[in-house]
């Protein structure tokens, strides 16, 4: 049984949350009251977490082990205290004994809960590890690096020429590589100076030196050298992608990307921001959180490219502005109200060595700059990778996740805004919702008589009514829907009427099909096995869409603009949403079907782009100074626009280009006597008699 807030409540209506705490997990972001002195395994079990033991809780396989998170957490009302667990067992003791139990690490088949508490899975601990779709997208880029190497002879010191090593060295590279300009210094940290006579009398005097901006030598080895590697990092509220790139040639050689490990205190922004106002001495740990996951992109990519971390000697980062600061260790709590001020909002070059990545200490740290409070590195670099003031078509460009990003423009001008989704679009919060990973519904379509879907699986190429499905579809466990699954069913079951244009799930079609069941007071949809669509998870994605769509209204009548020409579905989320649903549910303006492409990870590309190419960087400076900057959280029409966007597709707006694609249901917005309304009307009735 579902409440209002889409929490899972397993206790009675009559205990108190003393008695039955709340526990939420993170990174699924499944949340629910359960009976205290539960474990964490059986809590996992009880709201479908997906935590992984094979040995039947005996504290032996180590495979549920969890991180407790402590803090308080305004958002969720709740104060997650050590005590709120039991103390670790004799078993914990002896299985941390017998096999190791990282620092803060417990086992869940013997952590009890006694009282509200947050619960991180990691990745090792979950039975289907989240996909982390950000790949690469191919594209042109202009190959002019900041960084670049240089080899050269250094001539031997001599009694005559009282020259130091260092000058020796400038004065070679000068002569070869800068021939029209004699005069030319360079510049160069104590690192360089420490090793330089050590390099130049191993590599008998012939060196590769790597030059930064063509002003200082960053690093020096012995002998040739023949590439070093530059990485492109996005840094977003749910993943982190990397993108490591030669900076010899400009190619791309490796992507990789991990759960942002920030999620679990808080799944969207402002719940990061609550969580440091509440606790100030959580900032270092968040903000060392994500440096870790740069870390371990860095070694994982590096080694298998059969490279070390040193060898990267240059990073561009992109971000919101929250993930920016957080990254940066700047206290983002400016950002929590109006006037949202910025701490710094011009792009910065930092030593990589002062963030304590693990690369080499004299790499440089690009940071994009961020346009205004809520509209960050990540949306400059959108337009750095599909700059609009180059588009005589008026663009919409939206990036949507857990913080959609909104560009709209075309050479005459261009405005931007953020828009506050939150997760529910990646699958969070919604009863069987779970983020993309093997076992999980990514697509579905429904018969509008009968109402039996059919689905494709995460993990499986064929719909599940082929007969390829039938051969291999059985050894895969259909574990949840992701976000693109829950967008389909939701946009199928209001085509086949089974919800209205108000999102109000139809209760008298029960009677036509059992996937419609009553479900407390209102009615939910069977999709698979005790995989459910509830009115609370049609009523999540209405918040979250029309929190999008009015950002895009709100642009749009900024500018004056009644319509957008084309679409521009970026990040990793826009590349797997089917745009016609999205126009189906509201959750765009709209658009000829036609002109609606994904352009993938539009902020990584920009990332690179600035990474291989010097000149982009004052480029996307100049872009930003141009672009009109809207805060939704201040403009006193966006409730209306919210409330009118709440219906399916719109209350008001006529999709007349959707309408030449597909026939949208003429279905009225109420279907007579529901369930809970039969009910207030008979409580009406008892307290008047």
Same mark, same amino acid.
């Given at each position: 049984m579902t409440d209002c807030g889409g929490r899972i409540n397993l206790a009675s209506n009559e205990a108190n949350n003393h008695a039955n705490p709340l526990v939420i997990f993170t990174p699924s972001g499944r949340r629910g009251n359960i009976p205290q002195g539960t474990t964490v395994l059986d809590a996992a079990r009880m709201l479908n977490v997906d935590l992984d033991s094979i040995c039947g809780g005996q504290a032996k396989c180590g495979r549920c082990q969890i991180s407790p998170v402590f803090g308080k957490f305004a958002k969720d009302n709740i104060n997650s205290e050590q005590n709120n667990l039991s103390p670790p067992s004799a078993s914990e003791f002896a299985f941390a004994k017998r096999r190791g139990l990282k620092e803060g690490r417990r086992l869940g088949c013997n952590a009890q809960i006694f009282g509200d508490v947050i619960i991180e899975v990691p990745e090792e601990s979950q039975i289907h590890r989240q996909i982390i779709r950000k790949e690469a997208e191919p594209f042109p880029i202009e190959f002019s690096p900041s960084t670049k190497l240089y080899s050269f002879h250094v001539p031997k010191p001599e009694m005559e020429k009282q020259k130091s090593d260092f000058k020796r060295l400038c004065e070679s590279l000068v002569a070869q590589e800068f021939p029209d300009e004699t005069d030319k210094l360079f510049k160069c940290d104590l690192g360089l100076i420490q090793k330089i006579q050590k390099v130049l009398r191993e590599g008998n005097w012939e060196v590769t030196v790597a030059v930064y901006k063509n002003e200082e030598i960053i690093e020096i080895w012995p002998s040739a050298k023949a590439r070093v590697f530059g990485l492109a990092v996005d840094i977003g509220s749910t993943t982190i992608s990397a993108q490591l790139c030669d900076l010899s040639t400009g190619e791309l050689v490796k992507v990789s990307g991990t759960m942002n490990p920030q999620i679990k205190f808080g799944e969207d922004l402002m719940s990061r921001v609550s969580y440091i106002m509440m606790n100030p001495e959580g900032l270092s740990d968040m903000s060392q959180l994500v440096r870790d996951a740069v870390n371990f992109l860095s070694s994982q990519l590096t080694a298998e490219m059969g490279t070390r971390p040193d060898d990267i000697l240059e990073l561009v980062f992109v971000g919101n502005p929250i993930m920016q600061h957080l990254f940066l260790e700047i206290n983002p709590s400016e950002l929590g109200g109006a006037p949202f001020a910025l701490s710094i909002d011009q792009?910065?070059?930092?030593?990589?060595?002062?963030?304590?990545?693990? %690369?080499?200490?004299?790499?440089? +740290?690009?940071? &994009?700059?961020?346009?205004?409070?809520? %509209?960050?590195?990540?949306?400059? +670099?959108?337009? &750095?990778?599909?700059?609009?003031?180059?588009s005589q078509e008026m663009t919409l460009i939206v990036d949507i996740g857990t913080n959609a990003e909104i560009v709209l423009g075309n050479e005459q001008g261009v405005s931007a805004c953020s828009s506050p989704t939150g997760p529910a679009f990646e699958g969070a919060q919604i009863s069987s919702g779970q983020r993309a990973s093997v076992g999980a519904i990514e697509r579905v379509r429904l018969n509008h008589e009968t109402f039996e879907p059919i689905f494709k699986v995460i993990g499986n190429e064929n719909w599940s009514n082929e007969p390829e499905y039938q051969k291999t579809g059985n050894n895969l466990k259909i574990s949840g829907i992701c976000g693109s699954g829950i967008i389909e069913v939701i946009g199928e079951m209001f085509m086949a009427g089974i919800i209205n244009k108000d999102g109000v799930i139809n209760g008298q079609l029960a009677e036509k099909s059992e996937r419609i069941f009553q479900d407390g007071r209102t009615f939910s949809y069977r999709l698979y096995n005790n995989i459910t669509v509830t009115q609370n998870d049609v009523r999540a994605i209405q918040l979250a869409k029309a929190a999008l769509y009015a950002s895009c209204q709100l642009v749009m009548d900024k500018i004056n603009v009644p319509r957008v020409d084309k679409i521009l579905l970026a990040g990793a989320f826009g590349a797997y949403i089917d745009p016609k649903y999205a126009l189906i549910l509201g959750m765009l303006p709209d658009c000829e079907l036609s002109k609606i492409e994904s352009v993938g990870n539009a902020a990584g590309t920009g990332a690179r782009i600035a990474l291989l190419d010097q000149k982009s960087r004052s480029e996307v400076e100049n872009l930003v100074q141009k672009i009109k900057k809207i805060e939704t959280a201040v403009e006193p029409n966006f409730q209306n626009y919210f409330v009118e966007a709440m219906a399916i597709p719109h209350k008001t707006a006529p999709y007349n280009e959707l309408r030449k694609a597909i026939s949208l249901p003429t279905a009225e917005t109420t279907f007579g006597t529901t369930h809970s309304e039969f009910k207030r009307r008979r409580q009406r009735k008892r307290r008047k008699d």
């Open positions: 792009g910065i070059t930092i030593k990589a060595e002062e963030l304590g990545l693990f %690369v080499n200490p004299a790499a440089k +740290a690009y940071f &994009l700059p961020c346009i205004a409070g809520h %509209v960050g590195a990540d949306t400059a +670099a959108v337009v &750095l990778s599909h700059n609009p003031f180059l």
